[in-house]
């Protein structure tokens, strides 16, 4: 049975219609004030009115600006490519990011910086990505950009307010708090979220978008995880937790895991069982992008272990080869739980299993196909994601899609200060 | 981004508050609508008219009715127990089922039938539950109750308007039209949904309800199903097949199955797998309700063979309990990654696992703990259902559902006819 959460009233009326016509505008843009009646199914009265709030909150622009207006009511109009923007961030065991992407999603600034492997303290992680953080935000200032708020991605689960995140050691950290005191993020609040479902929202908003349908997108780097967005959104579970691929079992006599379990997903298909199948040695902290330590670097680079292995896979090295296989088939018996639980529409494989994917996606095919697949019918179409750096580039995603979602929560924040 | 589906408008307005007035009565009878006020947030004006037009019509009544009148302001109100109510049906390979539950959820009539094994053709299948849709409906008729809609639950996939079921032998059909044509269903529609679904929700109608929290529901009769509720609503996935447990590969390298994979659930937890470990041969036919075939039951009795292998359990045969350990073990296997992948509050065994559940739950509950139990932190609880027939159930359970999202829907089918 489905209510609204509580009554309906005249204001929430007006600001859902405006959301409605931004959320058109964003779909459809760019578009006119006629067709986005149409589209909406508002008066044209109704649909001026809203698309003149907006342009003066500096959320959309006439596509023909009339000097001294705001565009003749016949021009179509769109979401603004400026002023405003939004803060991804980023902290990962060897890296720290930062992007900016204006409400338009365009990207505007990129910037990766390694950081020591973990050991900090999470007061001095969280000082360097503050650091990143004004860096960046200076940048985006000469650029003529106002950011209007911040999202940062962790390597962890977040369960109401508390992040846990033991590849950097923490443990039930108060994050909203903690990150916005040392975190600038105004108007809107700071927030936090996981690296795997922000990667997998990149995918909506950087990559191959609503065409998708429901998807689970795959992120791997050391670990594996995965983001469900359903309906356009995150499906996150009753604690948060949801999309933990990479501790489905695969092979229920393997290897143990650091989960507690016995032969997860990541034990066969993570990054250290494939460099380890493969024969790969790689030197201590190498593997990761503290191999860049201390250095800025314009786009982070695959890490040392998994150029290696994918320059092997291109070579035809059999250790490499095998390496892929047993990633391959592991991974085929992982998305054929998916397939049969969620139904969805795609799979996506994004970060490592993107760049070994014409190894593995064969074995992975033939899994989904045989495994029920005959009995559903469909089986999700299997895709290789396009979108590099999806965690701090969801982050940037988020805080547009926060704007978007409530156009009004930037001049109503600005007032309350 | 969430944005509302089409503009907000007075009249949807009016109706979203008749649905959220009666959502709050259902969740709070009695309730006074001075409570009712403040539980919605609506005045105590407009509360008293959606009162007013809810006990119009029939689906809300005083507690404490003035004669010629419809109560003292201050008396409280409640869901109407009569006359209104739902029929459900279920159409499975051993037995037809059909059950009345009135608006307040009480089961008012229930029957069950035997029929002939698959074989039949749809039609004739269709026919037989159409005769015991008939009977039902005069046995209400005559307990003065006006059944006011049809849900039939089916053991199959559907994906929109048509109906795979492969164990009736039915392939692609258009559902509403085949089942409209021959099974009245007035003033609503007649629906139809998987078996496992409506089991699923009949969890949260008829069992432990909302406390329960987002859950998955394991139906088993013959095969393994899932259903899984979100918000207190099924998702189903891009085509409508999400919650194939039965399919979820627990051991990569076991017996084949009929989806055209190898070692799914089915084959070790599935009732065929448990008899064949446990050794226990059942005649031709007697597995299955078509043991009591051309006699109408009271109510379904357990096939034979799982009654015969929970008197085994409980007679500690060597056999019986080597079947449960093993079905045990795989559906911990198959229960990691729903925890993993989907993150619900709890797990509800029912069906033939409801009743084996002692047997199985140490191992079940070991996998869940151990299977990335202490990464999440929180395990879903684990229980047992207390629901028999969840599905026929379910399918009455999902009428009064759709008559209280929409309470006008009743009277403006009435009008439109």
């Known amino acids: 049975m489905s209510t609204p959460d509580g009554p309906t009233d005249l204001v929430g009326m007006r600001e859902r219609n405006l959301a409605l016509v931004l959320a058109e505008i964003d779909r459809s843009q760019p578009v006119t004030r006629a067709r986005l009646a149409e589209l909406t199914g508002l008066t044209k009265t109704t649909v001026s009115a809203q698309v003149a709030a907006l342009t003066g909150l500096g959320i959309v622009s006439a596509d023909d600006p009339v000097p001294?207006?705001?565009?003749?009511?016949?021009?179509?109009?769109?979401?603004a490519s400026g002023p405003i923007a939004g803060l991804g961030l980023e902290i990962n065991v060897g890296y720290l990011s930062a992007c900016v992407v204006d409400l338009t999603r365009q990207v505007r600034i990129r910037r990766t910086v390694a950081r020591a492997e973990a050991g900090d303290r999470p007061q001095d992680a969280v000082a360097a990505l503050a650091n990143l953080a004004r860096l960046v935000t200076r940048q985006a200032r000469r650029a003529g950009l106002v950011l209007a708020g911040t999202t940062v991605a962790?390597?962890?689960?977040?369960?109401?307010?508390?992040?846990?995140?033991?590849?950097?050691?923490?443990?039930?950290?108060?994050?909203?708090?903690?990150l916005s005191d040392a975190i600038p993020s105004r108007p809107l609040p700071i927030t936090v979220d996981n690296e795997a479902n922000l990667a997998a929202l990149a995918e909506l908003w950087f990559g191959a978008g609503p065409g998708l349908g429901d998807y689970v997108h795959v992120s791997s780097e050391t670990g594996i995880g995965a983001g469900i967005v359903v309906s356009g959104a995150?499906?996150?579970?009753?604690?948060?937790?949801?999309?933990?691929?990479?501790?489905?079992?695969?092979?229920?006599?393997?290897?143990?895991?650091?989960?507690?379990?016995?032969?997860?997903?990541?034990?066969?298909?993570?990054?250290?069982?494939?460099?380890?199948?493969?024969?790969?040695?790689?030197?201590?902290?190498?593997?990761?992008?503290?191999?860049?330590?201390?250095?800025?670097?314009?786009?982070?680079?695959?890490?040392?272990?998994?150029?290696?292995?994918?320059?092997?896979?291109?070579?035809?090295?059999?250790?490499?080869?095998?390496?892929?296989?047993?990633?391959?088939?592991?991974?085929?018996?992982?998305?054929?739980a998916v397939a049969n639980l969620f139904d969805p529409a795609s799979i996506v494989l994004g970060g490592l299993h993107a760049q070994i994917a014409p190894w593995t996606t064969p074995h992975i095919a033939a899994a989904l196909e045989a495994g029920g697949g005959r009995l559903r019918g469909r089986s999700p179409v299997l895709r290789t994601s396009e979108v590099a750096d999806g965690a701090v580039l969801g982050a940037a995603g988020e805080v547009v899609a926060r704007i978007l979602a409530d156009p009004l929560a930037v001049a109503r924040q600005e007032r309350a200060r």
Do not use: M
């Open 154 to 178: 962790v390597p962890g689960v977040i369960d109401g307010k508390l992040v846990n995140a033991p590849n950097l050691r923490w443990d039930a950290l108060p994050a909203a708090d903690f």
């Open 68 to 79: 001294g207006g705001r565009g003749r009511p016949g021009a179509p109009v769109s979401v």
């Open 234 to 336: 995150l499906f996150r579970g009753a604690h948060g937790a949801a999309g933990e691929l990479g501790h489905v079992i695969v092979a229920p006599d393997g290897p143990p895991c650091r989960c507690g379990g016995r032969g997860c997903l990541e034990q066969v298909a993570g990054l250290d069982a494939l460099l380890s199948v493969a024969g790969i040695r790689v030197p201590a902290g190498a593997n990761s992008d503290a191999a860049t330590l201390g250095t800025a670097v314009p786009d982070r680079p695959p890490g040392a272990g998994a150029a290696e292995l994918v320059r092997r896979l291109e070579a035809g090295d059999r250790r490499a080869l095998d390496a892929a296989r047993q990633a391959g088939r592991g991974l085929g018996v992982a998305l054929v």
